[in-house]
């Protein structure tokens, strides 16, 4: 199992990243997938889920700022983040919700103020 997440760079507020994370090695088709986030000195933490049926759901911090998607013919799930802030600095994390399989290495977000 391999869950890759890319996307992630330097970005100042107010500005747009799209993190993108492939899947393989699971019948990714079958499995709700979220994007998850960890700053330096906390707890991982939700930020998005998007159910095998499609349908999205956000922590309320980033509600109205990101959109999650998933391409099942890719075995890609996306994250398109908008109207970054700092406080959207961390590492970035793609996995099927609670945590079901190992996780990658992540893609680091950094917003400049």
């Known amino acids: 199992v391999q869950l890759q997440a890319s996307g992630g760079g330097l970005v100042q507020t107010g500005g747009s990243l799209r993190l993108s994370c492939a899947a393989s090695g699971i019948r990714f088709s079958i499995y709700a997938m979220g994007w998850y986030r960890q700053a330096p000195g906390k707890q991982r933490e939700l930020v998005a889920t998007?159910?095998?049926?499609?349908?999205?759901n956000y922590a309320g911090s980033v509600k109205g700022r990101v959109t999650i998607s998933r391409d099942n013919t890719k075995n890609m799930v996306y994250l398109q983040m908008d109207s970054l802030k700092p406080e959207d600095t961390a590492l970035y994390y793609c996995n099927a919700p609670p945590g079901m399989f190992p996780w990658g290495q992540g893609t680091l977000v950094t917003v400049s103020s």
């Open positions: 998007i159910s095998a049926g499609d349908t999205p």
